[in-house]
């Protein structure tokens, strides 16, 4: 056909998503061309087929995800909705995302070394990682703990973390100025955690008012506003000598002339 159109069907792989198979399997895998997997890791997003493609193989194929906003991507009041696009990764963007992620756990190792008691949003703020909301990165801290504790260079105690023998092991490898390119950095360089405000005492606090005394009170309220009306209302209608009327539902009062 002209233009060689194609139609791209998503599916959800498997419960366990151990074979990128969709879902229903054989009957749909035999009516289609090519099955391509996306698969996400630290990296990035890497894009093959599994199980069955017509055509000429080829290499798996990397994509970094970058949240973005564009100026006609807008909400109805006018704000700025985020978005994900898929950049392309050649060989050697894959390097440097793999030296930054290596980079990442040598500090944390070295964190850990240092203070193992710590937990993921201090070890991130002492580090000096931080999000774009000034809120602490802890999840990247998380990200290269599950990398070193899958790697047997960390083990969960009581306190926190621990270092295990591969892990000290590890540190020793590590060259001179490697750890002082990590701890003399002023960004990475370990700090002061600032401890977290504690709440006032409950006899400092204000007390807490339930939704039942804000109704009596609000009540109590109108109800005083309604009787300076009449008051103000009935005043002016002796002095006019004319009768005055008020609802009983509201808080305007109205003049009317005596019978």
């Not at 793999?98 to 993921?120: G, K, T, Y």
């Not at 955690?193 to 009540?219: D, E, G, I, L, W």
Request: proline residues 8%; charged residues 25%; glycine residues 6%.
């Amino acid at each position: 056909m002209p233009g060689g159109p194609t139609v791209l069907i998503c599916c959800h792989p498997t419960k366990n998503a151990e074979s990128l198979v969709p879902r229903g399997g054989g009957a749909f895998l035999n009516e289609v061309d090519g099955n391509l997997t996306c698969k996400r890791n630290d990296l990035a997003v890497e894009l093959h087929w599994y199980g069955k493609f017509r055509g000429p193989d080829f290499a798996p194929m990397f994509f970094q995800l970058k949240v973005v906003t564009h100026e006609r991507l807008k909400d109805s009041e006018g704000n700025l909705i985020q978005t994900v696009v898929a950049l392309s990764l050649s060989d050697e963007g894959m390097r440097d995302i793999s030296e930054h992620r290596r980079a990442d756990e040598d500090q944390v190792l070295l964190s850990i070394e240092e203070n193992p008691a710590l937990s993921s949003r201090d070890r991130a703020q002492q580090m000096g990682w931080f999000m774009r909301s000034g809120d602490p990165y802890h999840m990247r801290v998380v990200r290269a703990e599950k990398v070193l504790e899958k790697a047997k260079l960390i083990t969960k105690n009581r306190d926190g973390w621990e270092l295990t023998k591969h892990g000290q092991q590890e540190i020793t490898k590590l060259p001179p100025e490697r750890r002082r390119a990590i701890w003399c950095n002023p960004v990475t360089a370990p700090r002061a955690v600032v401890p977290t405000p504690q709440k006032p005492p409950r006899s400092v606090r204000r007390p807490h008012q339930s939704p039942r005394a804000k109704h009596c009170q609000q009540t109590s309220a109108h109800r005083m506003e309604r009787r300076f009306t009449r008051r103000i209302i009935s005043s002016a209608a002796r002095r006019v000598n004319v009768k005055s009327e008020l609802p009983l539902g509201g808080l305007h009062g109205f003049v009317t002339n005596a019978p």
